[in-house]
């Protein structure tokens, strides 16, 4: 089922491919960036188990790309992860497609039927900072 909002592209052969919505897509600085590819990209990294990518309001650039991992069991969050996973996206997307925040947590909020809660990743991380608006 398609929705207003959805984001998506026609093949060759005429099969509808749904890649994201609307709502998610982060502007920065002037280029529509596509959470659903960054977390795609980190996902093929062993030590991620999960992950939401986010735009988070900059008064430079209108959004900045943040995203919120959670680790694998056998990961160890902190500056070498981080560094280790921005060499991994190095050629899997564009550099300014990268995160300019990456941020753990032990869990990432679900919707009843499985489905990542990105409003809610979102308004989590929005309302832990002040200053950053909504």
Request: aromatic content about 6%; hydrophobic content about 25%; some cysteine.
């Given at each position: 089922m398609v929705h207003p909002g959805d984001i998506g592209y026609l093949d060759d052969d005429g099969y509808l491919f749904l890649c994201d919505r609307r709502t998610d897509m982060i502007v920065s600085g002037g280029v529509n960036i596509y959470p659903a590819e960054i977390e795609a990209a980190l996902l093929e990294h062993p030590a991620v188990a999960d992950v939401a990518v986010i735009g988070v309001p900059d008064e430079e650039w209108g959004h900045n790309v943040v995203a919120l991992i959670q680790p694998a069991a056998s990961a160890e969050p902190g500056p070498a992860l981080t560094a280790a996973l921005?060499?991994?996206?190095?050629?899997?997307?564009?550099?300014?497609?990268?995160?300019?925040?990456i941020e753990y947590r032990e869990t990432l909020p679900r919707t009843p039927t499985g489905k990542l809660s990105r409003s809610?990743?979102?308004?989590?991380?929005?309302?832990?900072?002040?200053?950053?608006?909504?």
């Open positions: 921005l060499e991994h996206c190095g050629p899997r997307i564009a550099r300014f497609k990268h995160s300019k925040v809610k990743v979102r308004e989590d991380y929005l309302a832990s900072r002040p200053g950053t608006g909504s």
